[in-house]
């Protein structure tokens, strides 16, 4: 099964809840591909095609080197002899060294990230269970901040189809990097009295979101924008605050 990815997309995250989904997390493995790890990857597949595992090789398009080790693993395969629970899960940007072998034997798929503020939001809080509010020891505090996070990621996201206007450099920002702030968050929240903003806005501006940010002015724009969403007005004003100065947008 192979997922061709696209900028804004990452759905590893997605394959290992659908592992735990149907009972096969304890026969998973998951691995990204770069140097040196091509004999890790063959050792898996030929381990899972016994035990009927999952395997997960992430960025195959980084490791060019070893793609036709992974065209000819491909045609070795054979139903006959392999459990009919094995599974070899591939991702890779499109790319001329993917092996046309493989994605003719492949059952080939794309998960486009969403158009527009609306459909952004909607993304990230499906992703969300009542159980992660339960885990907040200030439900006040963590459900305003996270709306900000979700709303911030919708943002930076929907930036890019504006091109230069949007970014100057077009950013393939994740649904992990969403998920890396909502940990932190969470986290932060719960072990400390006083939340600290300074550090959210730092983490999430400098390294979740920004560590893939390298022109100048987007890593100021990037942190400014994050201000606006993660800031103790957001709590304290609820009802009140607004993201924008025409009052549309507010956290709830």
Request: glycine share 8%; charged share 20%; proline share 6%.
């Amino acid at each position: 099964l192979i997922f061709i990815l696209s900028p804004g997309t990452d759905p590893v995250a997605d394959v290992i809840a659908y592992a735990e989904k149907v009972g096969m997390h304890k026969r998973f493995e998951s691995i990204s591909l770069g140097q040196g790890q091509g004999e890790k990857a063959t050792k898996l597949i030929v381990n899972a095609q016994q035990t009927g595992g999952w395997v997960l090789l992430s960025n195959c398009h980084l490791m060019e080197s070893w793609m036709s080790s992974l065209e000819a693993l491909v045609e070795q395969l054979n139903p006959e002899t392999m459990s009919p629970a094995f599974r070899l899960w591939l991702t890779s940007m499109p790319a001329k060294s993917f092996p046309v072998q493989v994605l003719q034997n492949g059952v080939k798929m794309t998960n486009e990230p969403p158009s527009g503020l609306r459909a952004n939001m909607l993304r990230s809080y499906s992703t969300i269970s009542d159980d992660l509010f339960k885990q907040s020891e200030k439900p006040d505090v963590f459900k305003p901040l996270l709306f900000g996070f979700c709303f911030f990621h919708a943002i930076v996201q929907d930036r890019r189809k504006f091109g230069p206007i949007g970014w100057n450099i077009a950013y393939g920002f994740t649904p992990e990097d969403l998920q890396v702030c909502k940990e932190q968050l969470m986290l932060f929240i719960n072990q400390y009295n006083e939340v600290p903003y300074k550090v959210l806005n730092f983490l999430g501006a400098k390294i979740n979101y920004g560590g893939r940010v390298t022109d100048d002015k987007d890593k100021l724009l990037i942190s400014t924008i994050l201000k606006t969403f993660i800031t103790p007005e957001a709590v304290e004003q609820r009802g009140l605050y607004r993201y924008s100065a025409s009052g549309l947008y507010y956290p709830p």
